[in-house]
């Protein structure tokens, strides 16, 4: 069974960084697409960014780019997204999910990944 173990959420100021992990146990690591979710209060679950399996692709949400970075470390099955100029629109509950290879429509489309976390909290205060 795929386990996904988030960490690194917080309260921060406006301006300020974070920086999430998830850690993948159960599965193979390697072969899945990687990437983050946000859910803030009242509203739906929206796609932030994702990662191909060997790190070569990367996309994100059109409000994040040049501000979060998503990276992985395949060695300690960890994927990262760092987060910089924190604005309190990035308040939200992260979601770290998982995926076999990578398939577009389940991240930015109408699907969904197959392996999701429980989420960590991020809030930015003014």
């Known amino acids: 069974q795929v386990q996904l173990v988030e960490s690194g959420g917080g309260l921060v100021q406006v301006g300020g960084s974070l920086r999430l992990s998830c850690a993948v146990s159960g599965g193979t690591f390697s072969i899945y697409s990687m990437g983050w979710f946000r859910q803030a209060p009242g509203k739906e679950r929206q796609f932030v960014a994702v990662?191909?399996?060997?790190?070569?692709?990367?996309y994100y949400t059109d409000s994040v780019k040049g501000r979060f970075t998503i990276s992985r470390d395949n060695a300690r099955n960890t994927v990262y997204l760092q987060m910089n100029s924190l604005k309190p629109e990035d308040t939200a509950v992260y979601y770290c999910?998982?995926?076999?290879?990578?398939?577009?429509?389940?991240?930015?489309?109408?699907?969904?990944?197959?392996?999701w976390g429980k989420g960590t909290l991020v809030t930015v205060s003014s």
């Open positions: 999910a998982g995926d076999r290879w990578y398939n577009a429509n389940n991240w930015y489309g109408s699907g969904r990944p197959s392996y």
């Open positions: 990662i191909s399996a060997d790190g070569a692709i990367t």
